[in-house]
């Protein structure tokens, strides 16, 4: 099924300009519909602290954030006139927990993207990608922080490791795959029987996406005192795919948590845009 949908968490910081800049650019590639979706958390102080408040401050402050969510409406179509973009375009504002809402959100587009711990004025977003893609059901494209938005090259890199979660976002990013010019699908070994093992279920793989006419190649990289994703990392940063497919927590949750991971990692340190499923 062909991309026609697309969806952009969008709150008028500069990465968020900057994945507003890659799904334009998808938008034009796929003759795709974009939605931006700009999430305010409710106005709400903790404990004893709300009763000391009077109803025309905590009025003052909501119309604060309505002006505020009103000026990152106007910014969003903007920077898509700046763009030269024609296609159709709508606009979702509402209140709420934003991880929550996203997470709701995605369920209803074909993709969405946002920017990785994307924040205005400097300040950290309440947004955790991972809960959102663990949840949702669906994939998502988070765009680095400090990435510089460029043209389609027509190249991606796919993480695989057999496993379930590799499984997964290789099938979610097939609408996407079947368009590229360039697939490597990349294996990180931590040893050379590893690495003999998986250039073999690497060949396979290759062979299935040669078979939707996806010109695509293995490659098996030796870990790094890092770990893997560190590997997968440096190869992207080295080769700069327009995207890097990776499934989430091929472990538990709880694990990834305790003990790092390539999720995690890649997630933390990203220096292209992961589209991510689970």
Same mark, same amino acid.
């Given at each position: 099924m062909a991309i026609k949908d697309l969806a952009i968490s969008y709150n008028g910081g500069v990465n968020a300009d900057t994945a507003l800049c890659m799904a334009v650019k998808m938008c034009k590639k796929y003759d795709a519909m974009l939605t931006g979706i700009y999430v305010s958390a409710p106005v709400h102080f903790e404990g004893k602290i709300e009763r000391w408040i009077s109803s025309d401050t905590l009025n003052d402050l909501q119309a604060a954030e309505d002006k505020l969510a009103g000026s990152i409406r106007e910014t969003f179509f903007a920077r898509i006139a700046e763009a030269g973009h024609e296609g159709e375009v709508e606009w979702l504002q509402e209140r709420g927990r934003p991880t929550e809402v996203l997470t709701r959100r995605s369920r209803f587009f074909?993709?969405?993207?946002? /920017?990785?711990?994307?924040? +205005?004025? /400097?300040?950290?977003?309440?947004?955790?990608?991972?809960?959102?893609?663990?949840?949702?059901?669906?994939? +998502?494209?988070?765009?680095?922080? /400090?990435?510089?938005?460029?043209? +389609?090259?027509?190249?991606?890199?796919?993480?695989w490791d057999g496993r379930r979660a590799a499984a997964r976002a290789l099938m979610d990013a097939m609408q996407i795959l079947e368009t590229k010019r360039r697939l490597d699908v990349v294996t990180v070994a931590n040893d050379p029987a590893e690495a003999e093992t998986d250039a073999v279920e690497g060949a396979t793989i290759v062979r299935h996406l040669q078979r939707h006419g996806i010109d695509a190649r293995r490659i098996v990289l030796q870990t790094t005192r890092e770990g893997k994703g560190k590997a997968l990392l440096e190869y992207c940063r080295e080769h700069k795919p327009d995207v890097l497919v990776t499934g989430a927590y091929g472990h538990s949750r709880l694990r990834e948590d305790l003990f790092g991971g390539v999720t995690r990692h890649i997630m933390q340190e990203m220096n292209v845009p992961v589209f991510v499923s689970h």
């Open positions: 074909d993709l969405m993207l946002m /920017g990785q711990q994307s924040s +205005i004025d /400097g300040k950290k977003a309440h947004i955790r990608a991972e809960e959102i893609v663990t949840r949702s059901g669906k994939p +998502i494209v988070i765009v680095p922080n /400090g990435y510089v938005c460029r043209d +389609i090259t027509e190249y991606a890199v796919v993480a």
